[in-house]
């Protein structure tokens, strides 16, 4: 058992916070939540001192094989992608170490990678919950399914032929579809994702294959018919229209032809929430190129405000992999753009906690501290409520009822 005292509590859920709250952890369950809550004598104690109390952050796009270079101005070269690589590979043969524990220092506990090699992501995801490796709790939906020469086997990964075979599944016949999800489910994958894009986004002006409409919904139908949630990359409000349609649990990105952002009528937007679909601007990438298409950052702040104000539920996702947009670090920033764009800081927050547990099918495990949910926790120095970032001043990182992260005290905890 360990018990948190004297903290000021976000839950997550959007209520107002409650000082001098007592978080009663057994095991890797919060066995009771609230102010003056009693607790065993002799229990492991942690007084936080004011400290805010907030539930693990949760990104719902990232990419665990891209890029960690803080730089959103780097520059592809030779001269700059070797030491990239040399960096990559020496993380890659240590099951992602340093990927992992930025997002755990960065107070993410749960991830959902966006597209990886299978198996090897799911091996990874099951030595973590087995405890073999430390790491953010991994929801994989394995290889993206996408058309024969479509986004990314087409086009981002098109030189790399082990990348295209483990990490994409290029799909031209929806029964063909219904199978692939079938064996993804069978190998435990944890959800689905689809590109349903003409679009690179490495190259605006070139057209790639999209996925059939039929292959689409055969994909979507398919997962849900084995309890997978699905994610569709969606480029124009057509194929939003679609895939919101044929049941898309989740719309990435929205980033439209002419890089400029989806415009969500007011029909479509209806339909999504009319549906449950949930919305994922990544509104980092935007700001990691906000000197390469001014303006753009400004046009995606407008869509997220649009849909939000509409009752649209918005989760955070970073896709992070990309320059200038770093696993773990990003979460951060993206609640910030979040507020700029016209959510209150205590939204944003619930953008990364409450509704990116929903967008996951998780909301009775994970994404609030609430008696029952699973303990995956952090402690802020900072007021988040004053700036959202302020989520990256990270005092402690409780993950599955573990302390995976303590800079309060060294040593020994305090007895009570």
């Known amino acids: 058992m360990l018990v948190l005292t004297n903290g000021t509590l976000i839950d997550g859920t959007g209520k107002e916070p409650i000082e001098k709250a007592v978080v009663v952890i057994e095991a890797n369950t919060i066995k009771s939540v609230g ?10 104690v942690i007084d936080l001192g004011g400290r805010v109390i907030m539930p693990g952050l949760i990104d719902c796009h990232l990419h665990l094989g891209g890029f960690v270079i803080d730089d959103p101005n780097w520059q592809f070269s030779s001269r700059s992608f070797m030491p990239w690589f040399s960096s990559f590979l020496w993380d890659y043969l240590r099951h992602f170490a340093k990927r992992r524990r930025l997002a755990i220092e960065n107070g993410v506990t749960t991830i959902r990678s966006a597209g990886d090699n299978y198996p090897d992501i799911t091996k990874l995801r099951d030595r973590i919950e087995l405890g073999k490796l430390t790491g953010p709790r991994i929801f994989a939906p394995g290889p993206i399914f996408t058309a024969p020469g479509g986004h990314p086997a087409g086009t981002i990964y098109r030189r790399n032929r082990y990348i295209v075979e483990h990490a994409t599944r290029q799909v031209d016949d929806a029964e063909v579809a219904r199978e692939e999800v079938r064996k993804l489910a069978e190998g435990g994958v944890d ?10 986004l490495m190259d605006l002006a070139h057209d790639v294959p999209q996925l059939d ?11 849900h018919r084995h309890n997978l949630r699905t994610m569709v990359h969606a480029g124009s409000p057509e194929e939003t229209r679609n895939a919101v349609t044929v049941g898309a649990d989740s719309i990435e990105h929205g980033i439209g032809p002419d890089g400029d952002p989806i415009e969500f009528t007011d029909t479509l937007i209806a339909m999504m929430v009319d549906k449950g679909t ?9 700001w990691a190129l906000k000197n390469t298409y001014p303006g753009f950052l400004a046009k995606v702040k407008a869509t997220v405000k649009k849909l939000h104000d509409s009752s649209v539920k918005i989760a955070t996702g970073t896709d992070s992999g990309m320059p200038g947009v770093v696993i773990g670090k990003s979460i951060h920033i993206e609640m910030d753009l979040l507020v700029e764009a016209g ?3 205590m939204e944003a927050i619930v953008t990364a906690t409450r509704n990116a547990a929903g967008n996951l099918g998780q909301e009775h495990h994970l994404g609030t501290i609430e008696e029952g949910k699973l303990a995956d926790i952090i402690v802020v120095s900072g007021n988040p409520l004053e700036q959202a970032s302020k989520t990256g001043e990270i005092e402690m990182v409780i993950k599955n009822g573990e302390v995976s992260i303590n800079r309060l005290r060294k040593g020994r905890f305090p007895q009570a």
């Open 35 to 44: 102010p003056e809550i009693a607790y065993p004598e002799g229990s492991p």
């Open 343 to 345: 959510l209150s800081p």
């Open 191 to 200: 959800c689905i994702k689809a590109v349903y894009s003409r679009i690179n």
């Open 278 to 286: 949930y919305y994922v601007p990544t509104v980092a990438v935007s």
């Open 213 to 223: 409409l039929r292959v689409l919904e055969a994909t979507v139908d398919e997962a």
